[in-house]
């Protein structure tokens, strides 16, 4: 049952001011994502943010090709910091588990890999740039007061 809930969808953005990108085209592709999206435009600390305005170009060891990695988030403080920020379940940021479904465990192991590829190039970039990486589990969200269920 989904309780009238829509996981993505169209994020109208109430402060453009504090939006650095294209306004008009903001997609929240989890509930995750438009928590954050809130809590940027509310936030005093948050000068600018963006979504998916970030562009990485990366290779995918799991699937030997070249990708674009789009960036979930992209934010601006008041003290200078800038930081790339994915927002990912807490579960894909480890290792899977082997388990009894052998087509689970090769898919949550592609879907890992990939991730590890997408996070150190994003990491790099970040770093060329004088900016942070950092990935953001529903734990994060959490301790952070972004989520508060």
Same mark, same amino acid.
């Given at each position: ?28 592709? $989890?509930?995750? &994502? ?16 963006? $979504? ?33 920020? !994915? ?19 090769? !898919? !949550? ?14 990491? !790099? ?12 589990? &529903? ?11």
């Amino acid at each position: 049952m989904s309780y009238g809930k829509t996981y993505s969808g169209k994020y109208k953005i109430k402060k453009p001011a504090k939006y650095d990108g294209d306004a008009t085209s903001v997609t929240y592709r $989890s509930m995750w &994502e438009r928590a954050c999206f809130t809590w940027c435009e509310r936030t005093a600390d948050v000068v600018k943010w963006s $979504s998916e305005e970030i562009i990485i170009p990366y290779y995918d060891q799991a699937n030997r090709k070249q990708r674009r990695y789009f960036m979930d988030l992209r934010i601006t403080f008041k003290n200078g910091e800038t930081v790339l920020v !994915e927002i990912k379940p807490d579960k894909q940021t480890k290792p899977p588990r082997k388990g009894k479904n052998k087509q689970r465990y090769l !898919e !949550e192991s592609v879907t890992f890999v990939t991730n590890q590829c997408k996070w150190q190039a994003a990491d !790099e970039y970040a770093k060329k740039r004088g900016w942070k990486f950092v990935v953001w589990t &529903e734990k994060t969200l959490k301790k952070m007061g972004i989520l508060k269920f």
